[in-house]
Each structure stands twice: as structure tokens, then as C-alpha cells.
């Protein structure tokens, strides 16, 4: 059985402009999406997402989503261990 090495090896992510800013956007929300740092212990996720929106005014609001969505579960798996 021959398999294709093109299909295999071709980078499926589809949101590549969005990797330079995920750094970043972690550094931005940690304070906010930090449970310990939030309100009765809820993370503060509308002000984090205005965050994002604020130091990012060139991307979409798709863009912005997607950000917060990654920078959420980044957080989400730090702050569990």
C-alpha cells in the first residue's frame, strides 16, 4: 500500500497568522483567566477577551475568537497541574 507523503505532511492548521500573537495573547490574559486573580475564584474572561481586542484592533472578530478560544485552553491546562 503506497501512501501519499503530500497529503500526510501537509501543515492542516489554517489559522497560521494567529501563531505569532499567541504568546503574547497568553501573557495578556493570564492575569484575568487565573481563577486565584479572578472574582469568588471565576476567571475574569470578558475582560481578557477586551484585552485581546484592545491589543489586537487589526484582527477580526473571527480572529479575536479563535485567540481566546487557544489562549483559554492554554490556561485552562496550566492552571489545572
Do not use: W
Not at 476567571?43 to 472578530?61: E, F, G, I, N, V
Amino acid at each position: 500500500m503506497t501512501t501519499n507523503t503530500t497529503a500526510d505532511s501537509t501543515d492542516r492548521r489554517i489559522h497560521n497568522h494567529l501563531r505569532g500573537c499567541f504568546e503574547t495573547a497568553c501573557l495578556i490574559t493570564a492575569p484575568f483567566l487565573d481563577k486565584r486573580q479572578g472574582l469568588s475564584g471565576m476567571p475574569l474572561k470578558l475582560s481578557a477577551l477586551q484585552a485581546l481586542r484592545d491589543h489586537y484592533p487589526a484582527l477580526t472578530q473571527q480572529d479575536i475568537a479563535i485567540l481566546f478560544s487557544t489562549v483559554q485552553n492554554y490556561h485552562g491546562v496550566r492552571l489545572r497541574t
